[in-house]
């Protein structure tokens, strides 16, 4: 079946997007499969920068005139369907880019699905798999109507060595032949008058650390928080926290690990006071190894835990703490 990969916004977005786009691609779709990428965007593309899997073949590249408006993407990627009609279009994982997977299907009277961890075609029916249920549960679906516009679940940027290409990693040194496609739309952007980038102080490299310490509400209240900084910060690591501990404005937004937030695959992940649900722990079990320590014997944590200790939190903290500080 003809596929698309699409990638837009800015340079530095292209490049994540590429990355989970071309793992997804690797581990679903076979050696000989042939995948265009289209990429959408209003800066100049440097594409020795842009690693790309052996599926890909050929590249379309399309000028926008702004990365913030969403219906410009979208007859963009209606243009270029109208002119090669691809049967599957595969969009990366981020909250704005699975919008676009929606609207374009809805637009071309099609079948969506957002999180996609696998897809198939199966006797004639193109079927898709995603978490579902909290992520308790693997749904298979049955996608009916062409164009299938799948948006892939996050967590492809993380890929163990097991799943990379090895005797094929040269094709990804050789640039697929790239096309220029004009693009002129009569989309009005010139309500936005001027834009700026902020940058926003946010915990740099939690979803790169090797180490990480991820908290949960177990531990009490948001003053022992500084207690598991400064353990984060004698492991060299960084430290993340569980859903309930951002709702309680314990810790910022920007540190949340699980589905809603960041998905990491550090080679430590220490998981302190925090119970195990689902949605958690999405986001730590791509880490080579995991220590969980929680007062609960029966907390679901200690079952995806290559060391499980039931104790006391805090005890357990200061101990390591003071054993890190040489003071035992």
């Known amino acids: ?170 094709a990804y040194q050789k640039l697929p032949n790239v096309e220029t496609v004009t693009f002129k739309t009569e989309v009005d952007t010139e309500w936005i008058r001027s834009f700026t980038f902020e940058l926003i102080n946010t915990e740099e490299g939690l979803n790169t650390s090797k180490v990480v310490v991820a908290i949960g509400k177990g531990i009490g209240s948001k003053e022992k928080v500084v207690l598991y900084e400064k353990l984060a910060a004698l492991m060299e690591g960084k430290l993340g926290a569980s859903r309930p501990v951002v709702m309680n404005a314990w810790m910022p937004m920007e540190r949340l690990i699980g589905a809603s937030g960041l998905i990491i695959a550090p080679e430590l992940c220490v998981a302190i006071g925090v119970s195990g649900a689902a949605a958690f722990t999405v986001g730590i079990e791509k880490s080579k190894f995991i220590i969980a320590i929680n007062k609960d014997q029966e907390a679901p944590i200690f079952k995806i835990a290559n060391v499980a200790i039931c104790a006391d939190c805090e005890e357990v903290a200061q101990a390591l703490i003071n054993k890190l500080n040489g003071r035992i």
């Open 1 to 170: 079946m003809k596929t698309v990969m699409i990638l837009n916004g800015s340079v530095n977005a292209i490049l994540k997007q590429a990355e989970e786009l071309n793992n997804y691609s690797i581990k679903n779709f076979s050696k000989n499969s042939l995948i265009e990428a289209w990429i959408l965007t209003d800066q100049d593309v440097n594409f020795n920068t842009i690693s790309f899997s052996p599926h890909i073949n050929c590249i379309k590249l399309v000028k926008v005139r702004t990365k913030h408006v969403a219906e410009e993407y979208i007859k963009a990627i209606i243009m270029l369907y109208e002119k090669c009609k691809p049967e599957i279009m595969i969009f990366g994982s981020e909250a704005f880019v699975s919008g676009l997977a929606v609207r374009v299907a809805c637009r071309l009277k099609g079948s969506s699905c957002v999180g996609v961890k696998r897809n198939q075609y199966l006797e004639k029916h193109f079927i898709v798999e995603k978490m579902v249920y909290s992520n308790n549960l693997t749904a298979k679906f049955i996608m009916k109507n062409m164009p299938y516009c799948i948006s892939i679940a996050k967590g492809f940027n993380h890929m163990t060595e097991q799943s990379s290409i090895t005797d094929d990693s040269e």
